[in-house]
């Protein structure tokens, strides 16, 4: 056991410094996490909020993973997530969601020191 331990320490040892230019390199990385395989992807801003509270994220290893990822896909229960996709979906709600709260100018005029919002 203790040569199975070496060998993969040597491995690892080797292997980590590359990592950095294995995920930029690659064509995609794909997220396999057991809790979003669980749940589904069709609604972009949940498939969105969960990968954000996920495990995955909150682990170092796997977050540079996919920073460093040029197309970083997560697999849901139903399909194969695109996280710069989902992004920008999510962003276009949000923004439309701003614009539409956001409350027209008050009439009245402002007095001296009073600020109309």
């Known amino acids: 056991m203790a040569e199975w331990d070496a060998i993969y320490c040597l491995l690892a040892s080797q292997a980590i410094p590359s ?4 995920h930029e390199l690659a064509y995609r990385v794909i997220v396999l996490d057991s809790d ?3 749940c589904s992807s069709e609604h972009y ?8 509270l996920s495990t995955w994220m909150r682990r170092l290893r796997t977050l540079h993973e996919g920073v460093l990822a040029n197309r970083l896909l ?3 229960s139903d399909d ?6 989902g992004e920008r979906h999510s962003m276009t ?8 709260s956001i409350r027209p100018p008050a009439t009245r005029k ?3 020191g009073d600020s109309v919002c």
């Open 36 to 38: 979003l395989q669980t």
């Open 110 to 112: 402002a007095s001296t």
């Open 93 to 100: 709600i949000l923004r439309e969601y701003c614009i539409h």
């Open 45 to 52: 801003t949940e498939a969105f909020i969960r990968i954000r």
């Open 19 to 22: 990592m950095k230019r294995v």
């Open 80 to 85: 194969l997530f695109d996280v710069r996709v």
């Open 74 to 76: 997560v697999q849901f």
